[in-house]
């Protein structure tokens, strides 16, 4: 029987259509991502792709899955896949070209012994942009594909091709390549929320040219003998008052448009005012109120978070990246998370979300600057479960194309109930103990897919390295499409010590020089800048951020002091933030220009080039068949 065949047997999964662009709130309009993606769903992929014959392997520009148009993220796993040339292939030969093997030295009762390891298969690209780059098949999208699981051992234990072995199923790359799209983090839709700056220019160009209306009309009010002139010119006066500080940044910035359009329409009312003047302000309150509009819709949420979001930056913002298909084997096929579920539809899943704003460097250079990365469903799951129980299939469940395997088991535990009968009934007991081995695995397997027994809720990017992994290249992306120069992360010691002393955010941010708990070692995100760096030819390191905006040169300073707990033998934290900036002398706010060190901080960043434009690579480089030992250190223990 053909994958083909017991395809047209199964139910679909899905049945909404799906998008990788990304959406703006309420708005869902395309921000970021240049084209499509699929906009086909999980059973109807499948059957595209398997309509093509064997021999045409579909490949395509490096990391784009067989697509013309350019994904937003691509897998390097499908290249190597595509490698394997025509033809169909056992489940061994499958594992064998997505794996690799070594000899593994120990000692049993002190005497030497050998065992093959099963390890990560790396392989270089050897055309396109990233000719000469060595990437790994991560063992991560293995599993969110369902292609293949593997138990601490290296045994393969689940997905397609474990389904196919049992079977004896012989597949070609199109069928696996297949498999590698359908994974749910290829569906993810990114929802940013926060107004482009192209919007904040906008505004501020807006607000920039009433002011000049406002002088033209009170100049001439100002030196008329006509009757209530003086009225008019107070009215002026409050309008300039009124838009004196306003932009982007401005606090309650609605409330204060709404004044302001109430001010312009009490001095238009001015019976005094000769009807050109009232045009003038009539075309300025249009302008106002037309470039606030996009403003409006898209708010943020936690800007004000002081705890975990540092004050001083510019064009705020927080993405969300959600799965609208429904994961059925969770206890709530649907679920929003914790954070932004009033802005989200109910029918989706909150995978993690990132928070960006927008510093400088000394030299003017632009900045995205991570605040948070953060995902709320998957943050305890990750906190109870060590890498090999996450990703070894019994523990957490994932559903995405497991009718295919369901639909090979159910066949072939037909299959072997009729060998059975036979083998009984020619009492060959050796055949019946295998046969009852095999069929004790399938329905133990079978179980497992379909009863719910002490597990734990399935989503993609499980750990905190994978998502912030995905969110890093999110942003270098959209920073190389905006012309954003860094994307960097705020330290432990400029932000993250204000929740209090946790070991998980300090091994996850880092401090500026990029080491991470005590000081020491690599923290994830930094860790993550090198490697991308190094995959684009770029560099990451330290780099000076600014505390606030450059162009508004008085400061309200303020400090914060941080004790590091007894057991943790680091000095005090001393930082100084921007509470506020302006741009006009104000009590107890303090002048530093825009080359004033004092400006500025240290924070770990990525050097953003062109090539970044184009589809990043899914799941970070290391992510193989290696056992987490260090699995108490990775989160925040009260003991540590």
């Known amino acids: ?31 970021t991502y240049e084209g499509k993606g699929s906009q086909a769903t999980g059973q109807e992929l499948v059957e595209t792709e398997l309509r093509n014959p064997p021999v045409r392997l579909k490949k395509t520009k490096e990391l784009h899955m067989g697509d013309d148009i350019a994904p937003a993220f691509g897998s390097s796993t499908y290249d190597w896949i595509m490698r394997k040339g025509p033809g169909r292939y056992s489940a061994d030969e499958w594992v064998d070209h997505l794996t690799s093997t070594r000899n593994e030295t120990f000692k049993i009762f002190g005497k030497p012994a050998t065992r093959k390891v099963r390890d990560i298969k790396k392989f270089k690209y050897d055309r396109g942009p990233f000719a000469g780059k060595e990437v790994n098949i991560n063992k991560e999208e293995l599993f969110d594909s369902n292609l293949a699981i593997f138990n601490e051992a290296g045994d393969l234990t689940g997905g397609l091709l474990y389904a196919a072995k049992k079977f004896g199923l012989k597949l070609d790359g199109n069928q696996l390549g297949a498999m590698i799209k359908l994974n749910p983090i290829n569906r993810l839709k990114p929802i940013e929320l926060g107004v482009s700056e192209a919007s904040n220019e906008a505004f501020s160009t ?6 000049g209306k406002f002088k033209t009309i009170r100049d001439y009010y100002a030196n008329s003998v006509i009757r209530g002139s003086d009225e008019i010119v107070e009215g002026i006066d409050e309008l300039f008052y009124k838009t ?32 050109e ?126 009718d295919l395997e369901m639909k090979l088991l159910l066949t072939e535990r037909g299959t072997l109930l009729k060998k059975l009968d036979d083998a009984i009934k020619t009492q060959d007991s050796s055949r019946v103990d295998n046969i009852s081995r095999t069929l004790s695995d399938i329905n133990k397997k079978l179980k497992n897919m379909t009863v719910r027994e002490q597990r734990y809720d399935y989503f993609p990017m ?34 993250s010590f204000r929740q209090g002393y946790k070991a998980g955010n300090e091994r996850f941010y880092g401090y500026p020089d990029g080491k991470g708990i005590g000081k020491k070692g690599k923290a994830v995100m930094p860790d993550l800048m ?10 990451a390191g330290q780099t000076k951020l600014s505390l606030s905006d450059p162009k508004l040169p008085y400061k309200l300073i303020e400090k914060e002091t941080f004790k590091y707990p007894d057991r943790v033998k680091l000095k005090d934290i001393v930082s100084q933030f921007h509470a506020d900036a302006v741009k006009d002398p104000k009590k107890g706010y303090r002048l530093i220009l825009e080359n004033d060190p004092r400006l500025y901080f240290d924070a770990f960043a990525i050097k953003v080039t062109p090539a970044m434009r184009l589809t990043q690579k899914t799941y970070k480089s290391k992510g193989g068949l290696v056992v987490d030992i260090f699995k108490p250190l990775r989160y925040n223990r009260p003991w540590l």
């Open 277 to 402: 003047d009232r045009k003038i302000l009539n075309e300025a309150l249009g302008d106002i109120q037309k470039s606030y509009a996009p403003m409006q819709n898209n708010r943020v949420f936690y800007k004000g978070e002081n705890s975990y979001t540092l004050q001083g930056g510019k064009n705020y913002k927080e993405t969300i990246f959600t799965l609208d298909d429904p994961i059925n084997t969770n206890l709530n096929p649907y679920n929003r998370g914790g954070h932004f579920s009033e802005v989200l539809p109910k029918e989706t899943n909150n995978i993690y979300h990132v928070r960006f704003d927008t510093r400088f460097t000394p030299d003017g250079k632009k900045v995205f600057m991570i605040n948070e990365i953060q995902s709320d469903v998957n943050q305890s799951i990750a906190k109870q479960l060590s890498k090999a129980q996450q990703l070894g299939g019994e523990k957490r469940i994932n559903p995405f194309q497991a």
């Open 530 to 539: 090198r490697k991308l760096a190094n995959f684009y030819n770029t560099s």
């Open 206 to 211: 807006a607000i920039k040219t009433a002011r």
């Open 1 to 31: 029987m053909s994958l083909k065949s017991l395809l047209g047997l199964g139910k679909k999964l899905f049945g909404k259509k799906e998008s990788a662009v990304p959406t703006t709130g309420k708005q869902q309009k395309l921000l």
């Open 462 to 495: 499980v750990e905190a390295d994978a998502y912030g992994d995905h969110a890093l290249k999110y942003l270098v992306q959209k920073a190389a499409r905006e012309g954003v120069d860094y994307v960097a992360v705020a330290p432990f010691n400029k932000l």
């Open 244 to 275: 004196r500080d306003l932009g982007p940044g401005t606090t309650n910035v609605k409330n204060v448009v709404a004044a302001l359009s109430d001010d312009i329409k009490m001095v238009r009312n001015n019976p005094r005012m000769r009807p």
